[in-house]
């Protein structure tokens, strides 16, 4: 009986181990898996830069053509992206890719890309088919998207924090274009009456789900171009080291909590041997 009780408890302390380590795993979980995209993202920057701006030149004559077209036709928006299950190759994405969308408020600076779809919007933010190819220009609106709200990348899931005067950058082309935001809106995913062209604006819309988890509406910032300046594009570098030394201080936070439940446990355990 005695035997049988010993090895009852052993079990139970066992089980209360690995369920506590179970618990802290799942808890720490989100935040790692974050903090290990932010880390992975900042850290490729120069070569997806490099790809950006290289796909970016070899178009841009095209696209400046089509912004034309839509100035005079009027803008088509295509599907609501946040819809679509599209997923394309990772070569593809490399392909597609033009530029970044930087928001220094919210300590966002994401990969833009040309086209949508799930798998570039799983990388970062994209243009929405049907709107303005963003090079800036007058009787221009472009509408750049990105998800909010994803269990392990944060994207634009602060976008609900940004507010009126606060500014956006966009850089495509070398070509580097600052939006001051003047109107905030949610409606319905089909309701696209805000993404029209405005006659001699030069706007950007950023648009992603809303409420939280629910992603029945679209939230919707609008911006006005404003000339760019330098304390800007500093606001933004300043903010992406920030958000890169921020995670990496996550990722070791939680490496020293998995050390430090091991040693605990292992304590533990040698304690109730000796017991």
């Known amino acids: 009986m005695a035997k049988q009780a010993k090895g009852s408890n052993r079990l139970l302390r066992w089980l209360v181990i690995i369920l506590f380590t179970a618990g802290a795993a799942c808890f720490c979980y989100p935040f790692a898996a974050t903090a290990i995209n932010e880390v992975i993202m900042t850290s490729r920057r120069a070569e997806a830069d490099r790809e950006a701006a290289k796909n970016a030149a070899a178009q841009d004559a095209q696209r400046a053509s089509e912004n034309r077209a839509l100035a005079e036709t009027g803008l088509r928006p295509g599907q609501d992206p946040f819809n679509s299950e599209q997923k394309v190759k990772q070569a593809y994405v490399k392909k597609h890719l033009i530029g970044r969308i930087a928001i220094p408020k919210i300590e966002v600076d994401l990969p833009l890309f040309d086209t949508t779809n799930n798998t570039l919007l799983d990388q970062g933010a994209v243009v929405l088919p049907g709107t303005s190819y963003p090079r800036g220009g007058k009787n221009t609106h472009t509408v750049i998207s ?69 992603n029945s509406h679209r939230l919707l910032v609008t911006g006005k171009r404003v000339p760019y300046t330098e304390s800007l594009g500093q606001a933004a570098k300043a903010a992406d080291q920030w958000r890169f030394w921020k995670s990496a201080a996550l990722i070791g936070g939680v490496l020293l909590l998995a050390v430090l439940i091991v040693w605990l446990a292992r304590r533990y355990l040698r304690r109730q041997r000796r017991s």
């Open 146 to 214: 990105a998800h909010g709200g994803l269990p392990t990348k944060r994207y634009f899931t602060g976008l609900k924090k940004l507010k009126k005067g606060q500014q956006f950058l966009i850089e495509v082309n070398g070509k580097k274009l600052a939006y001051k935001v003047f109107r905030i809106q949610t409606v319905k995913p089909d309701q696209t009456e805000s993404l029209q062209i405005e006659s001699g604006q030069d706007l950007a819309t950023l648009m992603t789900c809303t409420p939280y988890m629910i």
